[in-house]
């Protein structure tokens, strides 16, 4: 019996009981509690000293996942923990705080665990052009394009992050807003913050207006809480603000508290849209505005090009940007009474 007679008999995924015999806390107590439910009536006992005599004798690959909040990486994760073990392939999960440097932890893990490869969930350029030449298997990276990195061995799959945020701001144009906030990521050390922020400064240029950085763009970390604090500072010295961008939708619900916090409410008062269109954002109330990212695509992709490259040996990187839609939920309000109409409701893209 394997992983995947357990998952079968508890009607879950792989990837979710992988979680459950870790320990990862992203699991619900239902699951967790079905899942070793099953464990003890099979008999299923998973040694951690057979797991590691496992893995000396058949190396796994290894997920470096960067940030511990974000709600599309664990999307990713689940679809991608599936699609290695069709392959019949392993694949441990490393977690890095947003902070860290998730290229130094992979040349640690290559040099006394020996992956197959690595898949990227986020990373910071500036760690991978400081330190990529040190890893010694192939590597994918998803969410962030590594097109114009130079770096042999490592391919990418993206959204395009410049145009999804200028696709949010042409659409809250279009519903009459010229008030707009900005909240998450820090371009400093985030590029696709940096992208994502380059996208609503040139979508403000093209509606000859100039986007106002300093007073309505908060940075913060993925995350609910530093949303919400986030919010709170970006209303406080902007309170005439009607529509909010939030670069995550982990943040958007962090900032969809402080909105009510403060005594207004999405969308009559302030309209609100997040990014990455996770399927929580969905039961939220209201239904929330988001772009979303497509993450089983994004894992799809992204496993099949590690397992190519480690099966044909390929050197050279693969690019591609994954499609976004813009999904037009409850959180936004037209300004304009003409447009009113179905301007709120179901999900339209």
Not at 4 to 12: T, V
Not at 219 to 245: I, N
Not at 279 to 288: A, E, K
Request: contains cysteine; charged residues 25%; glycine residues 10%.
């Amino acid at each position: 019996m394997d992983i995947r007679d357990i998952a079968r008999l508890a009607g879950y995924s792989v990837g979710t009981v992988s979680r459950v015999l870790n320990d990862h806390p992203g699991v619900s107590d239902r699951a967790r509690e079905r899942v070793l439910e099953v464990v003890r009536e099979m008999g299923y006992e998973p040694n951690a000293n057979a797991r590691h005599l496992k893995m000396r004798g058949r190396a796994s690959f290894a997920i470096m996942v960067k940030g511990m909040q974000n709600m599309l990486f664990n999307d990713i994760i689940e679809k991608a923990e599936g699609l290695f073990a069709a392959a019949d392939e392993e694949a441990r999960i490393h977690f890095v705080d947003e902070d860290a440097d998730e290229v130094a932890r992979a040349i640690h893990l290559d040099r006394i665990r020996h992956p197959k490869g690595f898949l990227f969930l986020g990373g910071d350029p500036n760690n991978f052009r400081a330190g990529f030449e040190q890893i010694s298997v192939p590597c994918v990276l998803l969410t962030n394009t590594a097109e114009e990195w130079g770096l042999r061995g490592l391919s990418s799959f993206s959204t395009n992050d410049a145009e999804a945020a200028g696709c949010v701001i042409d659409y809250l144009w279009e519903c009459g807003h010229r008030r707009i906030g900005i909240i998450g990521g820090d371009r400093e050390v985030s590029e696709v913050s940096s992208h994502r922020l380059d996208g609503v400064v040139c979508a403000f240029e093209r509606h000859g207006a100039t986007f106002d950085a300093e007073r309505c763009y908060e940075p913060c970390r993925f995350s609910m809480g530093d949303g919400y604090h986030a919010a709170m500072r970006l209303l406080e010295r902007a309170d005439d603000l009607t529509a909010v961008f939030a670069f995550g939708d982990v943040i958007a619900l962090g900032v969809q508290r402080a909105i009510s916090d403060r005594g207004f409410r999405v969308p009559a008062d302030i309209s609100l849209v997040g990014f990455d269109g996770v399927d929580v954002s969905q039961y939220s109330v209201p239904r929330l505005t988001t772009v979303r990212q497509d993450a089983g695509l994004l894992a799809r992709k992204g496993v099949e090009a590690l397992l190519a490259a480690v099966r044909d040996g390929g050197a050279e990187g693969v690019h591609e940007s994954v499609p976004f839609r813009l999904l037009r939920r409850e959180s936004v309000l037209s300004l304009r009474p003409a447009a009113t109409a179905g301007a709120k409701g179901g999900e339209r893209s």
